[in-house]
């Protein structure tokens, strides 16, 4: 469920290690901005669903490790966020779980994402990558956010 949103979200120029929260809040919101096409402040399913089709090069209807990572920036937590969303750990994340990702985002159920919405998911979904995963690139597990 948690794969679009990364998918292109962290195709943004955010290249700095992010071992804060700061720096896990900053590239979560270049990454709302990636996704926020029309730049309303407000994520649609559809914007959510393209992005998961702009990195998808081959239009299987899965984004492999490889696509995902060629679309999003070098960033330290590149590998970790792909496994964390890998759900099923077959290798890709898979377009039909944009719907249950964009449900769970909008916590107030209005059908649509906000901002805030979408930096508490995704900071918690950075989060719990570098604790499940950290050690493999050598992070250690960093306290989680209070959001």
């Keep these: 469920m948690q794969l679009l949103i990364f ?3 962290f ?3 955010f290249a700095a290690p992010l071992d804060t929260h700061q720096h896990i809040i900053t590239a979560v919101d270049h990454s709302f901005t990636d996704v926020d096409t029309d730049r309303d402040g407000i994520i649609q399913l559809s ?9 998808d090069f081959d ?3 899965k984004v492999s490790e490889s696509e995902f990572e060629s679309r999003s920036t070098n960033h330290t937590f590149r590998k970790l966020v792909f496994l964390e969303l890998d759900y099923d750990g077959d290798g890709f994340l898979d377009v039909s779980a944009i719907q249950g990702e ?12 906000s901002r805030r919405e979408f930096d508490t998911y995704y900071t918690k979904v950075i989060e719990t990558a570098i604790a499940k995963y950290g050690f493999l690139i050598g992070i ?7 959001q």
Excluded at 102 to 113: E, F, G, H, K
Excluded at 140 to 146: A, E, L, M, Q, W
């Design 47 to 55: 914007e959510l669903e393209a992005s998961f089709f702009h990195v």
């Design 102 to 113: 964009y449900t769970v985002m909008d916590t107030n159920a209005d059908n649509l994402v």
């Design 11 to 13: 195709s943004s120029v």
């Design 59 to 61: 239009g299987n209807k």
């Design 7 to 9: 998918v292109l979200g």
């Design 140 to 146: 250690t597990p960093i306290p989680p956010s209070s």
